[in-house]
């Protein structure tokens, strides 16, 4: 395997420090540069060219959404896994429109920070994806749509749970066949819980849209009449039907 070299942008020296130490550690990995403001990140990609950027959100000087358009600009080809302590649909969507290919919430996992560099880099064996990340964001925007249109509301838990769990399951739909002994594991991993507290939460989410009684917007946006008033789909099955979805249209 090629050795992937990393720079961190981060203004946090304990964190930075943190995730060299992990990295140095590693086979097939090198920390290539370390940067604690948005100007000295910027600097420091441009002229070491790493494969992957850890960057902050919120960093003195240049914010870490200007460094990943700046970089672009500037001819850097690294991928970008910004990570911030800041929760929110608008940062992490706005983090995706800037170039990141993945928005981690602080505290992280570095064993799940691995995985996400690994899936960008192709420097393990990722889950192979059935569509490309240069299609993320409308995959993202089609679950936030069909969220919004069935009232499942995005500060409950059960929301980020609940997408990218289904996120998942297009990118390797058999991934449904294995929902409590992988998808929940996986999705608890990423957000650094327990796969029994991401079922409950996923499970709640449903709940409180069916709740609300937006049966009919639900038949609607999948043009046939799936569920009544009287019936509540499960987890996978929810999950399923929204990724078939998904996989239909941006194929």
């Not at 983090?95 to 420097?123: Q, T, W």
Request: glycine share 8%; charged share 25%.
């Amino acid at each position: 395997m090629k050795e992937v070299s990393i720079v961190i942008v981060d203004d946090d020296p304990e964190f930075s420090a943190s995730v060299k130490m992990f990295f140095d550690g590693e086979r097939g990995y090198r920390v290539s540069g370390v940067a604690r403001t948005g100007r000295e990140g910027l600097e420091t990609i441009l002229s070491t060219a790493p494969d992957v950027v850890l960057i902050d959100t919120i960093l003195p000087e240049t914010d870490g959404f200007e460094v990943m358009s700046e970089a672009r600009l500037g001819g850097s080809r690294a991928k970008f896994i910004a990570i911030s302590g800041i929760p929110g649909d608008e940062y992490a969507a706005r983090a995706i429109r800037c170039g990141a290919g993945h928005y981690m919430l602080k505290p992280i996992s570095f064993l799940s920070l691995k995985n996400r560099i690994d899936e960008l880099v192709g420097g393990a064996e990722p889950v192979v994806p059935a569509i490309r990340l240069a299609q993320n964001k409308m995959l993202d925007e089609r679950i936030t749509n069909i969220f919004i249109s069935v009232g499942i509301p995005a500060h409950i838990k059960g929301y980020q749970f609940l997408r990218e769990a289904i996120k998942m399951a297009v990118a390797c739909p058999e991934i449904i066949n294995s929902i409590t002994k992988r998808l929940y594991p996986e999705v608890a991993g990423r957000f650094d819980t327990s796969a029994s507290k991401v079922e409950r939460a996923i499970r709640h989410a449903i709940e409180v849209a069916w709740n609300k009684g937006k049966i009919e917007n639900i038949n609607q946006i999948f043009g046939v009449k799936v569920y009544s008033g009287n019936e509540k789909p499960t987890n996978g099955e929810f999950i399923a039907l929204v990724a078939d979805k998904m996989l239909i249209e941006c194929a």
